[in-house]
Nanobody, 123 residues
Framework: QVQIVESGGGLVQPGGSLRLSCAVS????????IGWFRQAPGKEREGVSC????????DYLDSVKGRFTISRGNAKNTVFLQMNSLKPEDTGVYYC????????????????WGQGTQVTVSS
């Protein structure tokens, strides 16, 4: 059974940084496409960034380009989201998603997702 474990959320002041981690385990697949979605209070869930199994990265939000970086860790199927220059509008629950296929900006296209980790940017 596939399990997704997210970590790294928290409270940070505007301009600060956080690094989210996502570990996918329990599957016979060698590599997954792994990405991040976020949902702010009262808003729809939106795709943030995704890393293909080939390590090709796609940013889905113009607002995070140049500030957020997705990367793969040394451990198989571990992905990080480095978030710099955080803004109050980055606040929300961040969900890690995984699929043995390809990245997508549509949440329901993914076979697996985590419970979410809260990111709060506030002074």
């Amino acid at each position: 059974q596939v399990q997704i474990v997210e970590s790294g959320g928290g409270l940070v002041q505007p301009g600060g940084s956080l690094r989210l981690s996502c570990a996918v385990s329990g599957s016979s697949y060698d590599y997954f496409a792994i990405g991040w979605f976020r949902q702010a209070p009262g808003k729809e869930r939106e795709g943030v960034s995704c890393l293909e199994s080939s390590d090709l990265a796609t940013d889905y939000l113009d607002s995070v380009k140049g500030r957020f970086t997705i990367s793969r860790g040394n451990a198989k199927n571990t992905v990080f989201l480095q978030m710099n220059s955080l803004k109050p509008e980055d606040t929300g629950v961040y969900y890690c998603v995984a699929d043995p296929g390809w990245c997508s900006d549509t949440f329901r296209d993914y076979d697996y997702w985590g419970q979410g980790t809260q990111v709060t940017v506030s002074s």
